[in-house]
């Protein structure tokens, strides 16, 4: 007769009972408390897996990058030329404008320079997580630009350590600004993916490739209308936004205190900020 | 040995790709393992998730119908005896 041998088992801690899955929903409970619990070094403990992830993106994008035909290269490259000669001139407009606006402005600004550890399309909701915080001098309600003075977006929680900036783009985030050469007033909704969306009355005359600004040291530019939605039966049209920067590959960004213009813009859209 | 690879992955994917390939791996884990998109949604929203982008953390609220239908559709499917 065969011997069956029953091997004694915990019938509660059974390693052949667990799923992966089970595996998977612990360690993500376990990621949320350290969250929580203990946030500055839940992001300790992340930040060197995000830089990793950064690295192998810059990687895989120059692997690939490396397939495209030199011809595409070469008229991209002529184009860019272009754009930028022009670009150039409109900056030295600007300057001379951002000038006359700064001999009015008797409040000193402290820039701080903080990196990016998590960004969009990584980070779904549109938000930044930059490897500065409290300790830092970063505090709440600072607005956040990117190269060349570019507004992105607001600090919208601070660590000691770590802060979190949501984005103009951020479902949900609504700032008020400015649109055209005549600067007409409208309200910016972020609608995701680095995107931003606007209403307006279709007798404003608005085009697209209108620049878009928001309060600052002055209006400064967040984006261009790159399409106009328009029903014949509404008065309204929509503005579809492309920010100036590309928000999917911030790797630093700049961070002050814009003064009350910028709160008082941003708070009209939400009561939580302080 | 693939449920274990593809649990990795889509968790792994949270950190390291756009959300819209870990939403792909979190579909296809879910056949074989149905708390997957949960867990994957929980740790999308513990990384990202920002209050000012709205009260309901969506990724672990979409996760979760997710999980509840693949746990559905699985008990559906499991074979048995009809009497």
Known sequence: MKKTFLAKRNALLSFANISWGSLALALAVLALLMRLLVPNFFWRMTAPVFRIADSAAAQSHAFFASF????????????????????????Q????????????????TKNIIAGVIARPPASPYDTLVLSGGDTSGISLGQEV??????????VSAVLPDFSRVALFSTPGMVVQGWVGRSNIPLTIFGSGGGAMKASLARSAGVTVGDVVSVPGPGALPIGSVVRIDSDPSSPMVTLQIQPVLNLFSVT??????????????????????? | ????????????????????????LAFASASLEPLVPLAAGLLADTLYYTPYAGALPVFTFYGAV????????RSRMRAGTIS
Do not use: H, Y
């Not at chain 1, 495209?68 to 900056?91: C, M, P, V």
């Not at chain 1, 407009?93 to 000193?108: D, R």
């Not at chain 2, 693939?2 to 959300?19: D, E, H, K, Q, Y």
């Open chain 2, 1 to 24: 040995m693939m449920r274990g690879m593809f649990t990795l992955a889509t968790l792994a994917s949270v950190i390291f790709f756009p959300w819209p390939f870990s939403a792909v």
């Open chain 1, 93 to 108: 407009a600007l300057l001379q404008k951002v000038a006359g606006q700064g001999a009015l402005s008797k409040q000193s």
């Open chain 1, 145 to 154: 630009f990117g190269a060349g003075g570019v507004p992105l977006g607001v």
């Open chain 2, 66 to 73: 997710v999980s509840i239908v693949a746990v559905f559709v």
């Open chain 1, 68 to 91: 495209t035909a030199a011809t595409i290269l070469t008229l991209q490259n002529e184009k860019l030329l272009n754009e930028n000669a022009a670009l150039a001139n409109e900056n």
């Open chain 1, 252 to 274: 630093w960004v700049e961070l002050r205190d814009t003064g009350a213009a910028f709160v008082r813009a941003f708070s009209w859209a939400t009561s939580t900020l302080p």
